[in-house]
């Protein structure tokens, strides 16, 4: 890739943006909050062996994971199967974040995103957010803009 070359994603279809954090509020409370770091490469993995349950891609971003989904329909299936990583382990941190009152606090925010309703540019970087989720194309024609990165293609 020459390191001058504008590139942009491309995703088809719609898509679901998921954002899960945690903080720490009680350093001390080891058992609180070290659950979540042992929980979380466990699903990562399951996840990343099994596509069909529709994780797209992701990152951490400090203590927080930005996730790319097919939909919610997926997201919310992996979360709630029993088969899976992800019920246990939330039930588990449930209970001790329980016992330790306040010590860890956890959040996450879900976006779904229609079709072409999303803007990216990414100059001198590899792959990264929904360019590795997606594909990256060149950023040029009208995608050479943020608003034409947005818009819709002319028909």
Known sequence: MNPTTRLTAELEGDFVVFLIGFRINTLWRISAWLPVFRAMPKMLKELAEHPEMGLLGGRFAGLTLI?????????????????????????????????????????????????????????????????????????????????????????
């Open 67 to 155: 996730q790319y989904w097919r939909s919610t329909e997926h997201l919310n299936a992996y979360a709630q199967s029993r088969q899976n990583e992800h019920l246990p382990a939330w039930r588990a941190f449930n209970q001790n974040a329980r016992r330790a009152k306040g010590a860890v606090g956890i959040w996450h925010e879900t976006y779904r995103v229609a079709a072409g309703q999303y803007e990216t540019v990414y100059v001198d970087m590899p792959a990264f957010g929904l360019g590795q989720a997606g594909k990256l194309v060149p950023a040029s024609g009208r995608r050479e803009t943020a608003a034409g990165r947005i818009s819709p293609p002319a028909v």
